[in-house]
């Protein structure tokens, strides 16, 4: 949508600078007006893809999450196991079945 400056401004320029000469100062600022609009919208939008890409998780990172519980829940489970054999001497034949040691 172009911008536009209103007809009674426009008279006013006229008035001053001649038709020619308000006709120039107008579209000049029709360009920096748009121009601004323009870059304006643009940094905007960056902000805001910036601001949505930092608030969800991507795919590698919830990867690399997903070994680190695992790792912690391999080290609970054999966490587990060693008190277990520790408190109960069947426990520690079982084990010492399961391994047919």
């Given at each position: 949508?172009?911008?536009?400056?209103?007809?009674?401004?426009y008279?006013?320029?006229?008035?001053?600078?001649g038709?020619?000469?308000?006709?120039?100062?107008?579209?000049?600022?029709?360009?920096?007006?748009?121009?601004?609009?323009?870059?304006?919208?643009?940094?905007?939008?960056d902000e805001?893809?910036?601001?949505?890409?930092?608030?969800?998780?991507?795919?590698?990172?919830?990867?690399?999450?997903l070994?680190?519980?695992e790792?912690?829940?391999n080290?609970?489970?054999?966490?587990?196991?060693?008190?277990?054999?520790?408190?109960?001497?069947?426990?520690?034949?079982?084990?010492?079945?399961l391994?047919?040691?």
């Open positions: 949508m172009p911008v536009t400056i209103p007809i009674e401004a008279e006013e320029l006229e008035k001053g600078l038709k020619e000469g308000a006709r120039k100062v107008v579209k000049a600022l029709e360009s920096v007006i748009s121009d601004t609009t323009e870059y304006k919208w643009k940094v905007t939008k805001l893809l910036d601001g949505i890409s930092k608030e969800f998780v991507t795919k590698g990172l919830f990867e690399a999450e070994k680190r519980v790792m912690k829940l080290f609970l489970i054999i966490l587990m196991i060693i008190a277990l054999t520790l408190m109960n001497p069947v426990m520690a034949e079982i084990i010492k079945g391994l047919k040691l």
